[in-house]
Nanobody, 125 residues
């Protein structure tokens, strides 16, 4: 079973940037793809960005052009660079993994096989 540990959350003013990291470990015989989800208070968890084994990325419409996900296979780490942050980006951000080589463009939480513990991002106006 894969284990995921996020880091990099914090507080920032609107227009600022943050970079989240997620280190994966524990998967020996399975291939996993990584992604990012978030959950704001009182709202459902939603997909933010995913990255397939071949590097293909998918983004939620609300973050396109502002967020970028990337990965370092040698470090088993995925990143989420968040620029031009808005107050509505305030949420707990979760790293996620799905078995296989692709998310197939699906940002639904139903595809997730493993979750990180979450890291809080707060954007003030």
């Amino acid at each position: 079973q894969v284990q995921l540990v996020e880091s990099g959350g914090g507080s920032v003013q609107a227009g600022g940037s943050l970079r989240l990291s997620c280190a994966a470990s524990g998967y020996t015989y399975s291939t996993y793809c990584m992604g990012w989800f978030r959950q704001a208070p009182g709202k459902e968890r939603e997909g933010v960005a995913t990255i397939d084994s071949d590097g293909v990325t998918t983004y939620a419409e609300s973050v396109k052009g502002r967020f970028t996900t990337s990965k370092d296979n040698a470090k088993n780490t995925v990143y989420l660079q968040m620029d031009n942050l808005k107050p509505e980006d305030t949420a707990t951000y979760y790293c996620a993994a799905t078995r296989g080589v692709s998310w197939f463009g699906d940002l639904s939480a139903g595809r997730v096989d493993a979750w990180g513990q979450g890291t809080v991002v707060t954007v003030s106006s």
